[in-house]
């Protein structure tokens, strides 16, 4: 595993983006140890970093803390920061993101050349501006992936893209760090931030939320056990999705059978109401995607969308 460094003072003086250098072991704080914080720390600590503090006031973060980083003390917020005279990770929710950050540019718990990192996939750079002020280096670092907080995450860690906002001379530091973390930088503009975290929510968070919706429907028509009827077809249509693209499409969209969308609507209305919203806006979505593709001609897809609009069709 490549070898990180540590910042030292530049001779002659270095260009605003020249690369900086950095130390063998980075020294690193863990600010909101929760799923992300706490595995990212015990991923660094693998690595061969110094974890020497981290913050979380919770039981269930206290517990987490045992579990992945039992030799690092907890820590208040602004000893945390201070502490951490590397690489500070802060993992804290999106909207909570901003006021950490003025907090501790406030309290003087920041220091020049000490990289503030935060993990949110939503922002970039700007809400680090706090930080910048007093003269730490900002980097946005968003692994894609879902946690659990557990060391079973450590395991998922190898391979996946890191979402990375960085100022140029920090970007060889940042790919180290991805590097070491087990990852692959995925390079992303500041402003194209929320755009990135909007397809990641999309794909990940929605999907969940698909799956279970799914997985409900199949016990109100009388299957004790969705999840083994779901799987294989779930596994098999994602696989088909990422190696094919649209192509991938199949069912009574994709086809046109617009009798048979209509009696999925009639039952829904019945059983599950609540279900008939997003059935109708995937549904009309996945038409037009079908058209676009050619797995569905426009006029076939006509009765389709009369009946995702509304409009009775003759049986």
Do not use: C
């Not at 970093?49 to 979380?56: F, L, M, Q, S």
């Not at 006509?302 to 009775?312: H, K, M, R, T």
């Amino acid at each position: 595993m490549s070898a990180p460094l540590r910042p030292r003072p530049a001779t002659p003086p270095r260009a605003a983006d020249a690369p900086l250098v950095f130390p063998r072991t980075l020294t690193v704080g863990v600010l909101g140890a929760g799923r992300v914080g706490a595995v990212l720390g015990a991923a660094l600590a693998a690595a061969g970093h110094r974890v020497v503090a981290a913050a979380g006031a919770s039981g269930a973060t206290q517990a987490r803390m045992a579990l992945l980083l039992p030799q690092t003390p907890t820590r208040s917020a602004a000893a945390v920061a201070r502490a951490a005279t590397d690489l500070l990770i802060v993992a804290v929710p999106d909207d909570a993101l901003a006021g950490v950050v003025a907090d501790l540019a406030e309290a003087g718990a920041l220091r020049p050349g000490q990289v503030v990192a935060h993990t949110s996939g939503a922002h970039g750079l700007a809400v680090l501006a706090p930080a910048a002020a007093v003269g730490a280096r900002p980097l946005a670092l968003h692994p894609a992936m879902t946690f659990t907080g557990t060391p079973d995450d450590l395991g998922r860690l190898t391979g996946i893209s890191y979402g990375v906002t960085a100022p140029a001379e920090l970007r060889a530091f940042a790919a180290r760090l991805v590097t070491d973390l087990g990852g692959v930088p995925e390079w992303v503009a500041e402003g194209d931030r929320p755009l990135y975290h909007a397809a990641l929510a999309h794909g990940a968070n929605h999907l969940v939320t698909l799956v279970n919706e799914a997985a409900d429907r199949l016990r109100d028509a009388g299957v004790d056990r969705p999840e083994k009827v779901l799987a294989p077809l779930l596994r098999a249509a994602l696989e088909n999705a990422l190696r094919l693209g649209d192509d991938a499409l199949t069912g009574p969209v994709s086809r046109g059978d617009a009798g048979t969308v209509r009696r999925h609507l009639d039952r829904l209305a019945a059983t599950a109401p609540e279900s008939v919203p997003p059935y109708l806006a995937l549904a009309r979505r996945t038409a037009d995607r079908a058209v676009a593709a050619g797995r569905l001609r426009p006029a076939d897809a006509e009765p389709l969308l009369d009946v995702l609009n509304g409009i009775e069709v003759a049986a």
